[in-house]
């Protein structure tokens, strides 16, 4: 079945390494406007990983090769700092973080009304400070919270949350021992909305019964990570308004 | 916080956040029509009124429309016209032939430079966001004095006040002149302690423009300098 037979991952009283049930999700927390030089900017803390975003924009598109006549273009920079990781890693772009960027573009694409700002850029920054299995996802919710801060109009805030299977098992939101050693991750951008998917990505293998497990998971995680955005970004405004609202 | 949801229960809605059913309402700015029902698409207060339901952006960036009062800097100088940033996505175009001076073709320089500050209005935005600016108009003028300053675009209001009330007090006590443009950048012009009192104001509306308490802040701070 994959993965690595001889790392144990489940424990006998059938919880997690770290004590989680099954269907538990990391500790969650969300700051929103928390850089004073960007337009839009969040802090999401994921379980240990850590994730500031900032949005700059919509400004005019440069190269002019990029401008898109009839909408805008989001330029997502996704990166982990050198001391992410317990390895150092060698700053600046490589093969995974271009991958990721891009995917999160097009993932935000989806949600972002692109088509107001013809021949635009929107910049966004995803900084990845420290780094637990998951930060893609980690990566594309502080997006949606800062493009929100940045008063970017946008059909539904996007979640990204993922699920996976270790021994055999169905468990939501992978730490860093159940990425490396399990059987499958299936991370996904959710629309809590509507429920839409705008970003799906498998590694490994889950039969049908074991995907739709791991999409109820997900769906599940996404409403209540979208309960905490929301609070970030009423939060923000209300206690500035000095609880008026 | 406008002041078309003074009075009213503030509702403060993120995107996607359903505001209501959209039959017999219209779809204002900030929202969407999403099968029956309405949705916000920016942070922001919901604001019903005639028959319209829109959302009040707390924070948004400024999308130039034609008629509207602009402070631009000038980025580049070509030989008979000039791109300013005007704070918005994109630069604004002044062709020498809205310019208020006659200059020979490759002078433009000679009148305005790149750093330079004007006033101006938006003559035309096209839907590609074109921006193009005239300078032709009664007070459009290159600014050669005083300080420029930026503030949010959704405090603008709450610094002129109703009917431009509060503006025409700043300017009786600090003795100044203060062009307040539809770009979110402010100008003033006048002697050093009026510019010192202009700036704690402006550091004010910056930091304190979201609060309920603004406006009794800014009046403490205008009833000191008239006592002062």
């Keep these: ?50 994730a500031v975003c900032a949005v700059y924009g919509p400004m005019e598109a ?35 973080s271009r991958e990721i960027s891009k995917v999160t573009a097009e993932a935000l694409e989806s949600v972002v009304l692109v088509e107001r700002y013809p021949r635009s850029k929107i910049r966004v920054e995803i900084e990845i400070l420290a780094a637990e ?23 539904d805030l996007i979640v990204g949350v993922a699920s996976g299977k270790i021994e055999d098992t169905v468990v939501l939101d992978l730490d860093k021992a159940e990425d490396n050693y399990g059987q499958a991750d299936l991370p996904m951008g959710i629309l809590p909305t509507t429920g839409e998917i705008a970003f799906l990505q498998m590694d490994g293998d889950l039969s049908v019964e074991e995907y739709n497990t791991c999409m109820e998971y997900n769906m599940k995680a996404a409403k209540e990570i979208h309960e905490l955005m929301v609070d970030a970004l009423k939060r923000r405004y209300v206690e500035k308004n000095g609880g008026e609202a | 916080m406008s002041g078309a949801t003074k009075g009213a229960e503030l509702r403060l809605v993120t995107p996607g956040e359903a505001i209501g059913a959209s039959s017999g309402v219209r779809a204002g700015t900030g929202t969407l029509i999403v099968g029956d029902n309405i ?12 028959g319209v339901t829109s959302v009040d952006p707390i924070h948004s960036a ?11 800097v000038i980025e580049s100088v070509r030989n008979n016209l000039w791109f300013a940033d005007v704070n918005g996505p994109f630069n604004g175009l002044l062709p020498m032939s809205l310019a208020p ?27 590609a966001h074109n921006i193009v600016l005239t300078m032709k108009g009664v007070g459009l003028r290159r600014l050669k004095e005083g300080i420029m300053s930026e503030i949010s675009m959704n405090h603008i209001s709450r610094l002129r006040g109703d009917g431009d009330s509060t503006l025409r007090q700043l300017k009786e006590v600090s003795d100044c002149r ?36 603004f406006n009794a802040s800014l009046e403490a701070l205008i009833e000191e300098r008239r006592n002062a």
Aim: proline share 3%; glycine share 10%; charged share 25%.
């Design chain 2, 62 to 72: 400024y999308m130039p429309r034609s008629g509207d009062l602009v402070i631009g």
């Design chain 1, 1 to 50: 079945m994959g993965g690595y037979g001889d790392v144990q991952l489940l424990r006998d009283d059938g919880l997690r390494l770290d004590g989680r049930k099954v269907d538990e999700m990391r500790e969650v927390k969300v700051e929103a406007g928390v850089l004073p030089a960007a337009d839009g900017s969040a802090w999401v803390k994921h379980g240990l990983n850590v």
């Design chain 2, 178 to 213: 203060i062009i307040v443009a539809e770009n979110g950048r402010v100008w003033v012009d006048g002697d050093s302690d009026g510019i010192s009192f202009m700036r704690t104001v402006l550091e004010l509306v910056r930091n304190d423009g979201h609060m309920a308490t």
């Design chain 2, 101 to 127: 001076w006659k200059v020979e073709f490759g002078a433009a320089r000679q009148q305005m430079d790149i750093g330079d500050i004007m006033l101006a209005r938006v003559q035309e935005v096209d839907e």
């Design chain 1, 133 to 155: 299995a998951g930060t893609r996802c980690v990566g594309i919710t502080a997006a949606a919270v800062a493009l929100a801060d940045a008063g970017i109009p946008m059909r």
């Design chain 2, 39 to 50: 949705i916000a698409t920016k942070v922001g207060w919901v604001n019903n009124k005639n």
């Design chain 1, 62 to 96: 440069h190269p002019r090769k990029i401008q898109r006549q009839d909408r805008a273009v989001i330029d997502v920079r996704y990166n982990m700092a050198p001391f992410s990781t317990s390895d150092r890693i060698r700053p600046g772009f490589n093969r995974r």
